[in-house]
């Protein structure tokens, strides 16, 4: 049995995750996707509400489950049985940080990294650009759930 992670923050989850996470859904056994606990790290969603919404826009999924951490992720890889970590690549500009932590947990516990070229029609979204372009009221439909959009609406109304 092959248990493969997806690591983010998630704040919150986008198209471009969901992308990543169905496709590897599609390659390996089981899929976990793991929210980052971190605690000085200031975020628009709390951590639960990020598991949350990930459980529901991944509910069609038999093989994904979500999941939260906190400290390294080679640790948490080592404690629930899992081989690798998968990480979608959108462009150049991801690749040097990615290479560096995928080494990094490569030399701490062998830990491997598999990137997936990112769906060029996600190529530009990142979570940060969906929480400043909704916070001034541009459209980010179609770049994230349409459950997260009304989530995400919500919260930034209530600011
Ligand atoms: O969505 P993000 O914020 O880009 O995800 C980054 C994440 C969570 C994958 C990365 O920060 C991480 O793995 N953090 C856990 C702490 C850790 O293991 N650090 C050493 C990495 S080599």
Redesign the pocket.
Known sequence: MQRVVC?????PVTNGHLDIVSRAAGLYDEVWV?V?V?IT?HSLFSVDERVEMLREVTKSYGNVRIER?H?????FCAANGITA?V?GLRAVSDFEYEM??AQ??YR?AKVETLFMTTNPLYSFLS?SLVKEIAKYGGDVSGLVPDYVLDRLRARLAEE
């Not at 690591?7 to 704040?11: A, M, N, R, V």
């Not at 400290?71 to 640790?75: F, S, W």
Request: net charge neutral.
């Open positions: 690591p983010g923050s998630f704040d793991a980052l971190n790290k951490f400290g390294l992720l080679v640790d970590v990480k560096q932590m990094m947990n701490l979570s």
